[in-house]
């Protein structure tokens, strides 16, 4: 926690020193583009092409960069890219990040790590500077396609153009290209590796990686139709039928963490409001540049009720779901849906939005997704501050914070008696 708030920190310092002569922008502003890029949220209350220098738009570029990585991923980079040896401690600090419980392996994930950013990052590169190429400079080009390149797999959202991508909503390589990234980032690192090691031995794939592609697949798939659907005498009514499809594509893959949007979720009816909503609140998987409650966690749930229902133990591809492992999907959710809660009832008693616009908001940031109705500018003071707060939450973890800052040490573990009491 500390040292995504230390990050956060000095990118907030150097965002504000950067603009101070040119642009000037208040320090909360400055906060808030920091803290949304380390998280990688996406949400924004200047425009970042127009309103930040190029040097806090690198600044930009680098947080988001080192927040997609996760903080104890890029502090274990620096003594290895050095040749100093990596302790049991960092080994230890940086596994745990990624939602792992051995720190054995180490080493070999985190360079699996940066071959993976490196490759995926280079990939999607290139078809966005041919397109960027056409449009301005080479030298532009270069930039602009590598600042997005590194918003898409990290699943920040982040844009050097005022609209966000709606200006290539008529257009295939880019938001290809982008799809592309953001859904190769939200499947987290450690299934990379497993694919590999697996792929080499010709070994199945684990109930993990099992439940991340079918769970990413469905999700895309269901949010893709019913996105379609909705809106297809709403948002997508100008478009023609390959243009409708793609848009729906790419607006059922980008709400789950990565913020980028074709068109405005501002033009999109209730309905589609509650599709996108939903989306976000599932999120990416674990151990991945994205947010949300993650998709193994929604996986989780679905089997145990779907089994509940059946009368059956919980069970996944044929093996058994642990309690514990219950209790944990069951401590994250009520979290989750809590927070969103307060925290949607806070900004009503500040903020004068309708209920449907903070509640976008709101998800979005402890999602760190980054789509927005609009209103994000428009916060006071006090509402970007509890974006603030959300956003550093989403990216950190739920669990993580509340863990770190409630656990008291037990000296002795009690067996209790088992409490029936009816539900339902």
Known sequence: MFGFLS???VGTLLIWLFNLSQKPIS?????????????VTGLIVVDTGSDLTL???VVVMALIQLGG????TAMTIVPFLMGQRIGIRQRFYFIKEKGLEYPSGAVKLLIQILKVTILFEAIGFIPLFIKFSEEMSHKEALFTAAFHSISAFCNAGFSLFSNNLESYSNS??????????VILGGLGFPFYMEWVSKAKSHKRLSPYAKLVLSTTSMLIIFGFL???FVEWKGAFVEYNLPLKLWNALFMAVTPRTAGFDTISPSNFSKAGYIIVVLLMIIGASPASTGGGIKTTTAGILWCTVKSNLRGKKPFLFNQSISSDLIVNTTTLITLYLTTIFVSVVLLSLFEPFSFDQILFEVVSALGTVGLSLGI???LSSAGKLVLVILMFWGRVGLITFMYGVFKKREKENINLPRAYIPIG
């Open 7 to 9: 990050l956060i920190a």
């Open 27 to 39: 320090l909360i502003n400055a906060l808030f583009t920091a803290t949304s890029a380390v998280c």
């Open 55 to 57: 040097m806090s738009q």
């Open 69 to 72: 990585l996760g903080i104890m």
């Open 172 to 181: 295939f390589m880019i938001p290809g290209a982008i799809m592309f990234l």
């Open 226 to 228: 019913l996105i379609l």
């Open 376 to 378: 994000t500018p428009h």
